[in-house]
């Protein structure tokens, strides 16, 4: 039978869900996300991402890279 989940569980889901959506990659080293600096205002922080995994038991690591900027991000 189907256990329900807590709200702030099921608001995790989405959270997580919607970021591997919208910014994750999936290799033979698992999944990878990423975070621009100061995201925060728009886009759920590394550090909000992870509370979100702890709560839901997801084993994780956060790790800082460097990505090249988009070509159409603006940069020249």
């Given amino acids: ?8 569980v099921r608001a995790a889901q989405r959270r997580v869900i919607s970021t591997v959506r919208c910014s994750g990659v999936l290799s033979n080293g698992g999944l990878a996300l990423w975070r621009e600096v100061g995201c925060g205002e728009w886009k759920a922080t590394a550090a909000e991402i992870a509370r979100d995994l702890d709560l839901l038991e997801v084993p994780h690591e956060i790790v800082t890279a460097f990505r090249f900027p988009l070509a159409n991000s603006g940069g020249e």
């Fill in 1 to 8: 039978m189907a256990q329900a989940v807590s709200p702030e």
